[in-house]
């Protein structure tokens, strides 16, 4: 394990506190200057996914360096176009 700089979305850590480990999938940056991270663990053993937990992102230490995030060649969501015409509309 090595020391964590920032915590990169999609990267296995562990808290050193805990020892809680999971997958980065939330990052938030709080007004006077807290990082916390959500870790989501691995589904259970009943096939269930459990809740993730907030961490300090300065307790975290990277576990496995490969990254889970898929990065699309084309940006997705957005704002779309308005429909010219809508089908069927009632008249007022």
Known sequence: ?????????GKKYED???????I?????????GCVRISLQPPV????KMPTT?????????LVENT????APDEPIG???LAPA???????R
């Open 1 to 9: 394990m090595e020391e964590v700089k920032r915590v990169v979305l």
């Open 16 to 22: 050193t506190v805990s020892s809680f480990t999971g």
């Open 24 to 32: 980065a999938v939330c990052r938030s940056d709080w007004l006077h």
């Open 44 to 47: 259970d053993k009943d096939g």
């Open 53 to 61: 937990e907030a961490f300090d992102e300065a307790q975290l230490v």
């Open 67 to 70: 990254n889970l995030r898929h």
């Open 78 to 80: 957005g704002p779309s």
């Open 85 to 91: 015409t809508r089908a069927n509309e009632p008249s």
